[in-house]
């Protein structure tokens, strides 16, 4: 059956997703495509009662394994409710992060296994994967100097620059390792300069 391209926006912390997906949305507007835009943890309105709860940081005792499944859990309603029917009618779904968000922050993060992060991913997902990633780098301190600019952190931004390398770590590393899926993105610079190199992905993808 045909389905329409899933796609994925990743990067650690303050490397300027949320900047570039307004791009990306605009440019995908401009070509007509009727694209879904959606995020993790999030995307319906329960999972984005779960992604309230992950980023609380109030939430001090939370455990590694339920953070894990938290974020599955959220990711299961959300495929069922929004990603897959989306994909099943053809349309084209850009998701600002997902699964390997999971391998980098609670796997690279938290040190958790990652055979035990892929179990839970073929149990969730079944065989879908996305059809192509986009993964933003930026050296961690540069990150979080844009992050910092920002306004109370949450529960991840708490987070010390060690954790945010481990994350920049495995994202590279994934990336790397199946360069046919994976793109990655130059984030440093103006945002200009950032937005055309996105720009010659999405003409690749779009092409
Ligand atoms: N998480 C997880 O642990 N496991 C999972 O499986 C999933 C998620 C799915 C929420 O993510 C958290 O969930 C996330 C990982 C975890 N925690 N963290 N960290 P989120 O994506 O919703 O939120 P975020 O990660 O906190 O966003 P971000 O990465 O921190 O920010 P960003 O979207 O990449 O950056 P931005 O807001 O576009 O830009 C940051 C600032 O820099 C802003 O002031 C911009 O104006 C500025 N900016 C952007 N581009 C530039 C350039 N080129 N030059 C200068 N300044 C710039």
Not at 116 to 143: C, F, H, S, Y
Not at 175 to 197: C, F, H, K, L, M
């Amino acid at each position: 059956m045909s389905r329409g391209k899933f796609i994925t926006i990743e990067g650690a912390e303050g490397v300027g997703k949320t900047t570039s997906i307004a791009f990306i949305e605009d440019y995908f507007k401009k070509a007509g495509y009727d694209i879904v835009l959606t995020r993790e943890p999030g995307g319906t309105p329960m999972a984005e009662s779960i992604r309230e709860l992950l980023l609380d940081a109030r939430q001090t005792s939370m455990a590694d394994d339920t953070e894990l499944l938290l974020m599955f859990a959220a990711r299961a309603q959300h495929l069922r409710e929004k990603i897959v029917p989306a994909l099943q009618a053809d349309r084209w779904v850009v998701c600002d992060r997902f699964t390997d968000a999971t391998y980098a922050y609670q796997g690279g993060g938290r040190g958790i296994d990652k055979d035990r992060i892929a179990i839970l991913e073929d149990w969730v997902q079944g065989e879908l994967r996305p059809d192509m990633t986009l993964v933003l780098d930026l050296p961690v301190a540069e990150g979080l100097k844009r992050a910092g600019q920002r306004s109370a952190p949450d529960r991840f931004e708490q987070e010390k620059q060690q954790f945010f390398e481990r994350v920049r770590a495995v994202y590279l590393e994934r990336a790397r390792a199946t360069p046919q899926r994976y793109r990655i993105i130059d984030a440093s610079g103006t945002i200009n300069e950032v937005q055309s190199r996105i720009k010659t992905v999405l003409d690749e993808l779009t092409a």
